[in-house]
C-alpha cells in the first residue's frame, strides 16, 4: 500500500510544482529566460497541437523566416506562429506571421519587440491538465487526491492494528 501512495505522490506533486511554475513564468512581471504557454488553438498543427505546453527561450536570439515564434497580436494577445516573411525597409523591420495550420497569413505585421520568444520544445497534452487543474473543479480535485494520500496510509494502519490485536 505504501508503495502505491508513494508512486502516485510522485505526479501530484510534479504537477502541483509544474503549475505554479506556469503560471509564474507565464506572467509578466517575471523576466525569465524560459517560459511557458499553453496552446489554445489548432492554428499550428500537427508542429503543436492544441493542448500541448511549450516552452519559449526569451533571452536575446535571431529570428529567421521559418522560425516559430510567441509574440503579442495587436489585440494584446499571445499568439504562437511561424514567421513567413521579414522585410527591413528603410530600418524598420516588419515580421510576417501564419499558423502552420491556418489558410492565410495573420491580417496584422508585427515588429521584433513585440516578440516575448523563440519555440523551443513542447510537452504534448500537458496543457489540459493544467487548465483543469487551475479550474475550481480541478482544484477541488487534487486537494481531494492529496488529502486521500495523507490520510488512507494513516486508515490502513490502525486497521492493520486493529486486526494484529
Known sequence: MQYIVKLIWLPVLA??????????????????PIRSYIIKSGSMEPVVMTGDLILINTQLFQIQRGDIVTFKDPKDRIVTHRISKIIDASGTIQIFTKGDNNQTADPFVIRP????????????KLGFLLVYFSQPEGSITLVLVVLALIFVPELMKDKKIVKLK
Open 113 to 124: 519587440d513585440q516578440i516575448i520568444g523563440s519555440y523551443l520544445y513542447r510537452v504534448p
Open 15 to 32: 504537477l502541483i510544482y509544474i503549475s505554479v511554475l506556469n503560471t509564474i513564468s507565464s506572467s509578466e512581471g517575471f523576466n525569465l
